[in-house]
């Protein structure tokens, strides 16, 4: 096992600029997630601490070693993709152990590795088959295998998950991390769902337009967005955002409604809170809104409703751990927690601590 440090990290396709600078610190044993919305650069990191892509600029680190000129099979890492990239004509067992064949392991060595992760990720019955007698998630548990056997320093996963149905990417996200606090490898996971990163990681790195918005636990991002866009990404569903004005007293003046701002400057602002913080308070408190749309699940509740009107108007969504009994059309009043609010600057997006 290994650190892997990216320092100053650059990529250019040939004019065009797609990474800028990117600094990230993964810890042994770590499992780093990078998210973010599609072309955010986020692959091509991946890419290029497996040696699948060239680096322009900076240097990209295995342990103590800077691997920029290091081809990939000398990088000791093993990755996942989201086509699995299965032999479609060989068994799961020859398919988990083909690299190690290649590298001319001695069969009983080959067997035993193999064996040993069949049973880590319950594919033992499944070693005769071929990869067409599998279902989706059968088929990346054999793709992990054969990352595993080979004993790597780093697994790098690129949206594993993406080709799979809702309830089995639940159930692979679950076998993915227990996989990962059993062997304890460093691990960096791509994805674009804010979920899967939320609920697998360490450390989440969140990127945009080739660039680094927030490194930390999930938990920070969730309570302690450094930006609009941090907070908009994090989180589902997503921060609501309304414009308002600081008055320097504590509160601010949003939607027409004197709310808690927890801040004595004055100014333009962007007044973030997120559904689970609003509740319904009594007429005449809080935000006025309409109801527009109920949707019930269940344990929850999610009322979807507008402040304002016309060109003013803004939605905002309302988590309720309860029944409610608002219907489309109704006035109600939104009171936001004031000790889980959120203030952005209005021109850099920043947070006002």
């Given at each position: 096992?290994?650190?892997?440090?990216?320092?100053?990290?650059?990529?250019?396709?040939?004019?065009?600029?797609?990474?800028?600078?990117?600094?990230?610190?993964i810890?042994?044993?770590?499992?780093?997630v990078?998210?973010?919305?599609?072309?955010?650069?986020?692959?091509?990191?991946l890419?290029?601490v497996?040696?699948?892509?060239?680096?322009?600029?900076?240097?990209?680190?295995?342990g103590?070693?800077?691997?920029?000129?290091?081809?990939?099979?000398e990088?000791?890492v093993?990755?996942?993709?989201q086509?699995?990239?299965?032999?479609?004509?060989m068994?799961?067992?020859?398919?988990?152990?083909?690299?190690?064949?290649?590298?001319?392991?001695?069969?009983?060595?080959?067997?035993?590795?193999v064996?040993?992760?069949?049973?880590?990720?319950?594919?033992?019955?499944?070693?005769?088959?071929?990869?067409?007698?599998?279902?989706?998630g059968?088929?990346?548990r054999?793709?992990?295998?054969?990352?595993?056997?080979?004993?790597?320093?780093?697994?790098?996963?690129?949206e594993?998950?993406?080709?799979?149905?809702?309830?089995?990417?639940?159930?692979?996200?679950?076998?993915i991390k227990?996989?990962?606090?059993?062997?304890?490898v460093?691990s960096?996971?791509?994805?674009?769902?804010?979920?899967e990163?939320?609920?697998?990681?360490d450390?989440?790195?969140?990127?945009?337009?080739?660039?680094?918005?927030?490194?930390?636990?999930?938990?920070?991002l969730?309570?302690?967005?450094?930006n609009?866009?941090v907070a908009?990404?994090?989180?589902?569903?997503?921060?609501?955002f309304?414009?308002?004005?600081?008055?320097?007293d504590?509160t601010?003046?949003?939607?027409?409604a004197?709310?808690?701002?927890?801040?004595e400057?004055?100014?333009?602002i962007?007044?973030?809170?997120?559904?689970?913080?609003l509740?319904?308070?009594?007429?005449?408190?809080?935000?006025k809104?309409?109801?527009?749309?109920?949707e019930?699940?269940?344990?929850?509740?999610?009322?979807?409703?507008h402040v304002?009107?016309?060109?003013n108007?803004?939605?905002?969504?309302?988590?309720?751990?309860?029944?409610?009994?608002?219907?489309?059309?109704?006035?109600?009043?939104?009171?936001p927690?004031?000790?889980?609010?959120?203030?952005?600057?209005?021109?850099?997006?920043?947070?006002?601590?």
């Amino acid at each position: 096992m290994a650190s892997v440090t990216l320092s100053q990290v650059l990529k250019n396709y040939g004019a065009t600029k797609v990474v800028y600078g990117v600094d990230i610190n993964i810890a042994d044993g770590e499992f780093c997630v990078l998210v973010g919305p599609s072309g955010c650069g986020k692959s091509t990191l991946l890419r290029m601490v497996a040696g699948l892509e060239e680096i322009t600029g900076g240097t990209v680190a295995i342990g103590d070693n800077v691997v920029n000129e290091l081809p990939p099979k000398e990088r000791d890492v093993a990755m996942v993709f989201q086509s699995y990239a299965l032999y479609p004509h060989m068994s799961v067992r020859d398919n988990m152990g083909f690299s190690l064949m290649l590298a001319n392991k001695p069969k009983s060595e080959i067997d035993q590795r193999v064996n040993q992760a069949a049973d880590i990720l319950s594919l033992t019955p499944y070693l005769d088959r071929l990869p067409k007698q599998l279902s989706g998630g059968q088929r990346q548990r054999v793709a992990m295998g054969r990352a595993i056997v080979r004993k790597p320093q780093v697994f790098l996963f690129d949206e594993p998950l993406s080709n799979l149905d809702a309830k089995l990417r639940v159930q692979m996200r679950t076998e993915i991390k227990a996989l990962h606090q059993r062997l304890k490898v460093t691990s960096i996971y791509v994805t674009h769902d804010q979920i899967e990163a939320m609920t697998m990681a360490d450390k989440i790195v969140v990127l945009k337009d080739g660039r680094v918005e927030q490194i930390g636990a999930p938990l920070d991002l969730y309570d302690q967005p450094q930006n609009v866009f941090v907070a908009g990404f994090i989180g589902s569903p997503a921060m609501n955002f309304l414009k308002g004005h600081l008055n320097g007293d504590g509160t601010a003046l949003v939607a027409g409604a004197s709310l808690p701002a927890v801040s004595e400057r004055t100014g333009e602002i962007t007044y973030g809170v997120r559904p689970e913080h609003l509740s319904f308070g009594p007429e005449g408190q809080g935000l006025k809104a309409i109801v527009d749309v109920v949707e019930p699940t269940g344990a929850d509740t999610m009322v979807v409703a507008h402040v304002g009107a016309d060109s003013n108007k803004t939605e905002v969504q309302i988590t309720q751990r309860d029944r409610v009994s608002c219907k489309h059309g109704d006035t109600v009043w939104l009171v936001p927690d004031a000790s889980r609010i959120h203030l952005f600057d209005s021109a850099t997006g920043q947070r006002i601590n």
